[in-house]
């Protein structure tokens, strides 16, 4: 689903490949496509591949990567030197650490009460994942708390701790960050979000339940053009 920063749908096409999404550009008129300033989107290389194939040499300055994304891939990096840390852990620890896997989820500023005293205590014993945590925090805090001058320069000397810490998972996730560094520095400038195309998603996927289903794709395609594609549907008087 493509959709303007308006909260508009423009098109809509199977699929997540790159002739998807080369589809849904196709109905851009051409002075649209001269006023596009910015195209927030995931990681997908299929997407980046047809915005490239689309707008030329301009998409270097259009392609945004969204924050959820990047937040996405730190958290899951986390999450993952936890799991593989609490295997040296002694048995009665092990319970400890499960009650608080989701805590290690959270932004600190959402860390609260017990489950703050928890992980603290944790923190000690669980480097690694103590220590990739600290490092998605910095993360976050570049992002927002960063300036937009001195962003890239922040991303590459925290990009130089993660390879100092040695953890493979959070190495795996910083080589990600590296490898869309330009277009994450885009969506920073340009403070381009998914934030309206999720709640978009999220709308659809109430219409298709209270819909419940389909009958087939094309029918499910014309419903959200309809509900969500901006059609004036003022009635005009022809006499």
């Not at 080369?22 to 008129?29: D, E, G, H, Q, S």
């Not at 945590?133 to 960063?146: D, P, R």
Request: net charge positive; proline share 2%.
């Amino acid at each position: 689903v493509m959709s303007s920063r308006t909260g508009q749908v423009l098109a809509v096409a199977d699929g997540k490949s790159e002739q998807s999404l080369a589809n849904c550009y196709r109905v851009l008129p051409n002075i649209s496509k001269q006023q596009v300033r910015s195209v927030s989107m995931d990681m997908s290389q299929a997407f980046m591949n047809a915005t490239e194939s689309f707008f030329g040499s301009r998409s270097k300055r259009l392609i945004a990567v969204d924050h959820f994304h990047v937040a996405k891939v730190l958290t899951k990096a986390v999450d993952d030197v936890r799991k593989q840390e609490v295997n040296r852990l002694p048995p009665y620890l092990k319970r400890e650490c499960y009650r608080t896997r989701y805590g290690w989820l959270k932004r600190n500023r959402n860390l609260t009460g017990r489950l703050r005293e928890r992980i603290n205590r944790l923190a000690k014993l669980m480097i690694d994942t103590s220590l990739s945590w600290l490092l998605k925090e910095q993360a976050i805090l570049i992002w927002y708390g960063g300036s937009i001058r001195s962003a890239r320069n922040q991303w590459l000397e925290w990009l130089a701790l993660v390879k100092a810490s040695g953890i493979k998972p959070l190495m795996a996730a910083a080589a990600t960050v590296k490898k869309h560094l330009p277009a994450i520095l885009n969506a920073m400038r340009l403070k381009a979000s998914n934030g309206l195309a999720e709640a978009i998603n999220a709308k659809i996927q109430y219409m298709k339940l209270r819909a419940k289903g389909f009958r087939n794709k094309q029918r499910f395609k014309t419903a959200i053009l309809f509900y969500f594609g901006g059609l004036d549907m003022t009635f005009h008087h022809i006499r």
